[in-house]
């Protein structure tokens, strides 16, 4: 069956204006989203790794967030200017070690 | 820095009605995703494992879909009955097999 090998989340959170948490759509997240969803395809990899939105990753203060899957990695403050490379990272099957704010750890 | 250690992302995909694809959200995702969020806090267990919507994950053929990172496993055809079994399992740190459509597997 045909499937993603990889899942590549960018949080779309949106909170109101004013709101303490801030957000990552805020923070330019969706345009990060649909910028690498067609960064993938441009590629021929979007059938093997999946570009979604997601809920709150729970990683707000690091926004715009997106976490690379199974790598189990999170960006932070990730941009526009930062698709093109984070896009040749995952189809190369790398992480983009510049914008790692953490890597997260199994429990 | 404290952060979600793992996270549960269910598919809440919409799609019309009569869409030939179907959707995660006509199969009872939402309903799922918020009785997931429910179980983890039921369990305290909430700030380390994140249950989050999320966009398609180009798994509607098993939909409703789950994927649990970093195991990197997909549920499918998950109902409100699996929901406690699932939490239980995410918890400590196993694996649901009874759900596993297909472990997925990295690139």
Redesign the interface.
Same mark, same amino acid.
């Given at each position: 069956?045909p $499937? =993603? *090998? $990889?899942?590549v +989340?960018v949080c779309?959170q949106q909170r109101p204006n004013g709101h303490p948490r801030g957000s990552c759509a805020q923070k330019g997240s969706e345009d990060v989203l649909k910028r690498l969803k067609e960064a993938l395809i441009k590629r021929g990899a979007h059938k @093997?790794? @999946?570009a #979604? %939105?997601? %809920? #709150? *990753? &729970? *990683?707000c !203060?690091i926004g715009a967030a997106v *976490?690379q !899957? =199974? &790598?189990?990695v999170?960006y932070g403050k990730v941009t526009l200017d930062d698709v093109e490379e984070l896009a040749d990272c995952v189809v190369e %099957?790398r992480v983009c070690e510049r914008l790692v704010v +953490?890597p !997260? $750890?199994? =429990?």
């Amino acid at each position: 069956m045909p $499937k =993603p *090998l $990889k899942h590549v +989340f960018v949080c779309s959170q949106q909170r109101p204006n004013g709101h303490p948490r801030g957000s990552c759509a805020q923070k330019g997240s969706e345009d990060v989203l649909k910028r690498l969803k067609e960064a993938l395809i441009k590629r021929g990899a979007h059938k @093997r790794i @999946r570009a #979604c %939105g997601s %809920g #709150c *990753l &729970d *990683l707000c !203060e690091i926004g715009a967030a997106v *976490l690379q !899957e =199974p &790598d189990h990695v999170a960006y932070g403050k990730v941009t526009l200017d930062d698709v093109e490379e984070l896009a040749d990272c995952v189809v190369e %099957g790398r992480v983009c070690e510049r914008l790692v704010v +953490f890597p !997260e $750890k199994a =429990p």
